[in-house]
């Protein structure tokens, strides 16, 4: 038994020796180790397409020192981020155990308990992937960061580079933003408001619920209370002071490519050989396709076309030719909601579905002119079949040319296209220009009722605008660190998967959509736009009860734009106009001063021009009333005596 504790007491003293040498060599070798520069926290430059600045993070160009900030900020963010701050030794053990217990008694996560010096540390890297190796890393950091720096030069740092919304990091761009005041003359009621918004910028900044940052607001006083930094009078004066907010008129600028940014950062953690952290760059300076003067037109096209109500978009502008995305808007207002829509919706697409279709027929053998009959029909699926409508039941109870299907966008026709080619057709046309998400095999497919995001819409459109090739949607062109060198090019790579003289005839076709040449028993979907428009576009709209879609296109842009409400809510009728103005003022915008010959397609050689009516697709010759020049594929133009594809169907 003796000699039994004599051993434990020995392996004890042994492992409190080794324990004190490996801590006094980390200690020692971080003291020898270069100094941690932790003022590069967040330190970032966005550079738009014409290499101007658009965003500096935390490149603030004022560093502001600690004896200019308000010591009731400094007092509400210690309080309530780190009471132990000047205490520990970057890592409050008795918080850590305390958020341990209750997290596992109460089965849940909701404890923290980083300190300031952990969550400075988390924002030295680029990424908050939740690894092991991430961990350490932290964990390091945080030492580091503690040896080589006092307690107040740490909250210094942390307090000039902190997330505190809207783009604003640092307390000096936050306290002009929020309140146009210096930090120094912030006062209890505006220190604690700005205090609660690091920890959730997007739930907690006042200009996005005033009553969620109310109410943070209010545990923070309480915390100061509670801890004797305040008295109740002046929680309660605090709590009750009208807060003034800056006039953010002349910031508008600002948040409408907040959208856009937020979609770079979410991009750049994706890109793989980017250095994690930011002490290994010294910086990042991002260049990105952004075109700001088309951002800024965009952002106050929707804010003077959608109403004052619960009314949200998304809309993406793409150059077709590289993927490189030009502008974006992820809501109509992102004081509003920050949710981007743009990149994390998905929405059924309705009848901009229907060019997929329609380019797989042509492949298949289908011209501009061939035919089915538009009527009411219910096809034999399933025991009780399945009965599609056209938009206000309207039919012209004769045959009618893929054209004037496109134009009055038939659901009865591309039903009938759909299942005549087998649902193969259309799903493997969409899977070729890029749409991942889930299709299924239905006989509605191709009328939009899956659910696609509006990027890889505008991707897969940009196949048909640039003659054939798949590209890959980006926001980031170049990434170049802070000592000059280059860590990622985009490439622009261009895949061929469709055939240019298809995509010519498509382009031509998806102009029958504002063309008064198809008047007849029903109007063109975008008849309107006929005298408007300056320039030659394809166009496809798409609706369902709850959405409503426009996509249009030339050689020099690709416009997807999506109206609707978050929750489902079915649209009224006044409501469907509002997509497609968007897309006009936003097209129309971009393409002023251009040459439209320069924007549209050549004819290729393959492709020969035939006057047709356009309603039937029958030849005609220049005697006819109703005419129009259309194109096929050389072998394949329409004569007097073809059958519509009705027929084929019965016969088979």
Not at 140 to 165: Q, V
Not at 509 to 521: E, R
Not at 593 to 610: A, E, F, H, L, M
Not at 614 to 641: C, H, L, Q, W
Request: proline content about 3%; charged content about 25%.
């Amino acid at each position: 038994m003796k000699k039994r504790k004599s051993l434990l007491s020995r392996l004890f003293r042994l492992f409190i020796i080794i324990s004190l040498l490996t801590i006094g060599g980390v200690f020692i070798y971080i003291k020898t180790s270069p100094k941690l520069m932790i003022n590069n926290a967040n330190n970032l430059l966005l550079y738009d397409s014409n290499n101007n600045v658009f965003f500096e993070g935390s490149q603030s160009k004022k560093w502001t020192s600690l004896d200019d900030i308000s010591d009731y900020l400094i007092d509400s963010t210690i309080y309530t981020e780190d009471k132990n701050f000047y205490k520990h030794f970057g890592f409050d053990f008795f918080r850590i155990a305390k958020a341990s217990y209750i997290n596992i008694t109460s089965h849940s996560t909701s404890q923290g308990a980083s300190t300031i010096t952990q969550q400075y540390a988390k924002n030295l890297f680029l990424s908050f992937d939740k690894t092991w190796k991430r961990k350490w890393d932290e964990i390091w950091y945080t030492l580091r960061i503690e040896a080589d720096y006092s307690k107040d030069e740490i909250l210094e740092g942390y307090l000039n580079t902190i997330n505190y919304g809207h783009g604003q990091y640092g307390i000096a761009n936050a306290s002009k933003y929020y309140f146009n005041k210096e930090p120094k003359d912030l006062d209890l009621a505006e220190a604690t408001m700005l205090t609660g918004i690091p920890k959730a910028p997007s739930i907690y900044s006042p200009l996005v619920n005033l009553d969620l940052a109310k109410k943070r607001q209010k545990n923070i006083l309480n915390l100061l209370l509670k801890n004797k930094v305040i008295t109740k009078e002046q929680m309660n004066d605090a709590y009750n002071e009208e807060l003034i907010f800056n006039d953010l008129e002349e910031d508008t600028e600002y948040d409408s490519y907040m959208y856009y940014m937020d979609a770079v950062m979410d991009e750049l953690k994706t890109i793989k050989g980017i250095p994690k952290s930011y002490e290994e760059i010294k910086g990042l300076n991002i260049y990105t396709n952004l075109d700001i003067d088309m951002q800024k037109k965009l952002d106050n096209t929707i804010k003077d076309t959608l109403p004052d109500s619960k009314i949200q978009t998304s809309v993406v502008m793409m150059n077709p030719n590289t993927g490189g995305i030009i502008a974006l808007m992820g809501g109509k207002d992102y004081l509003e909601s920050s949710y981007n829509r743009a990149t994390k919706s998905i929405r059924q697409v309705g009848s901009t579905m229907k060019p997929y279709l329609y380019y797989a027929a042509l492949e298949n053998g289908f011209t501009t002119s061939s035919t089915f009959t538009s009527e009411a029909t219910t096809f034999p699926v399933g025991k009780e079949g399945y009965s599609p409508v056209n938009y206000n039941d309207v039919y012209g109870n004769k045959p009618i040319s893929m054209a004037t299907a496109v134009a009055y966008s038939e659901n009865i026709y591309a039903v009938k296209t759909h299942l005549f080619l087998g649902s193969d057709a259309l799903i493997n046309t969409a899977r070729r220009v890029g749409i991942t998400a889930k299709l299924e095999d239905i006989p509605s497919l191709p009328l939009g009722t899956n659910e696609i995001s509006i990027i890889e819409m505008a991707a897969g459109y940009s196949a048909f605008a640039n003659e054939g090739y798949k590209v890959s949607p980006h926001f980031i062109e170049k990434i170049v660190d802070g000592n000059g060198r280059v860590l990622y090019q985009n490439k622009n790579t261009k895949e061929m998967v469709l055939n240019s003289n298809i995509t010519f005839i498509l382009n031509n076709m998806l102009t029958a959509t504002y063309d008064p040449d198809y008047i007849d028993y029903n109007y063109p979907t975008a008849i309107s736009l006929s005298n408007k428009l300056t320039h030659k576009f394809a166009l496809k709209s798409g609706t369902t009860n709850s959405d409503n879609w426009d996509i249009g296109y030339n050689k020099d842009i690709v416009c997807a734009v999506w109206v609707g409400y978050d929750d489902n809510q079915s649209l009224k009728k006044s409501e469907y106009k509002y997509a497609q103005n968007i897309w006009y003022e936003s097209v129309e915008y971009y393409e002023k001063g251009r040459n439209d010959t320069d924007s549209w397609y050549s004819i290729p050689k393959n492709i020969s021009v035939v006057l047709v009516d356009p309603i039937s697709g029958n030849p005609v010759d220049e005697n006819a009333d109703r005419k129009k020049f259309m194109y096929f594929i050389k072998g394949t133009e329409p004569k007097d005596t073809r059958p519509t594809f009705d027929e084929i169907m019965d016969n088979n």
